[in-house]
């Protein structure tokens, strides 16, 4: 069945860097975009990041441009998020999850979504 | 940017229509079509209820609708049911090329 599945989520400390990783199956991974949301303890959902199908194009939020980078790996159906210089208010529940439509386009709606990972920015 | 605005709750009882608003500005909500509604249980994944202002995914049921005028989206939940306690979420695409969430709106069915 279609299915993301994250992991890497870990306790840190601020400043230092961590890498989730996103392993996607039952369906053609390089053929979609992808999205990167995360939900801090009792908050909302905030949109971090979005890459393009082949990886050429990424955007992010203004409260991760500079430190986090998106990335994927289409021949092994994986999509990454390096974390860098954490902060304590980075703290949640990241989650991968797919775009509705399939390449070229965008429809910026998310029907498919994993159950996330835990980041802790603790000292 | 800021988040765009929903009710932080709403309440109902079963049989009636309630309906959630979330408001954004002329460079989200209002300019573009990529606006999309997700239900959220608790500790569970967000499942996604409209994409595209008014689209339903295959599977949602035809009490869920959604609409939009100016830079104000809605999403109206008709024949309310006991299961459709959660929370709801709005997002929109924006001119910067990012998406942007709404805060949230906890729906009680009384």
């Known amino acids: 069945q279609v299915q993301l599945v994250e992991s890497g989520g870990a306790v840190v400390q601020p400043g230092r860097s961590l890498r989730l990783s996103c392993a996607a199956s039952?369906?053609?991974?390089?053929?979609?975009?992808m999205y990167w949301v995360r939900q801090a303890p009792g908050k909302g959902l905030e949109w971090v990041a979005v890459?393009?199908?082949?990886?050429?194009?990424?955007y992010y939020a203004d409260s991760v441009k500079g430190r986090f980078t998106i990335s994927r790996d289409n021949s092994r159906n994986t999509l990454y998020l390096q974390m860098n210089s954490l902060r304590p208010e980075d703290t949640a529940v990241y989650s991968c999850?797919?775009?509705?439509?399939?390449?070229?386009?965008?429809?910026?709606?998310?029907?498919?979504w994993g159950q996330g990972t835990t980041v802790t920015v603790s000292s | 940017q800021s988040a765009l605005t929903q009710p932080a709750s709403v309440s109902g009882s079963p049989g009636q229509s309630i309906t959630i608003s979330c408001t954004g500005t002329?460079?989200?909500?209002?300019?573009?079509?990529?606006v999309s509604w997700y239900q959220q249980y608790p500790r569970t994944a967000p499942k996604l209820m409209i994409y595209?202002?008014?689209n339903r995914p295959s599977g949602v049921s035809n009490r869920f609708s959604g609409s939009k005028s100016g830079n104000t989206a809605s999403l109206t939940i008709s024949g309310l049911q006991a299961e459709d306690e959660a929370d709801y979420y709005c997002?929109?695409?924006?001119?910067?090329?990012?998406?942007?969430f709404g805060g949230g709106t906890k729906l009680t069915v009384l």
């Open positions: 999850a797919r775009d509705t439509v399939t390449s070229p386009y965008y429809d910026y709606a998310m029907d498919v």
């Open positions: 039952g369906f053609t991974f390089r053929t979609y975009a």
């Open positions: 890459i393009s199908y082949d990886g050429s194009e990424n």
């Open positions: 002329s460079s989200d909500v209002g300019y573009y079509k990529y």
């Open positions: 595209e202002v008014s």
């Open positions: 997002s929109s695409y924006t001119s910067s090329n990012t998406v942007i």
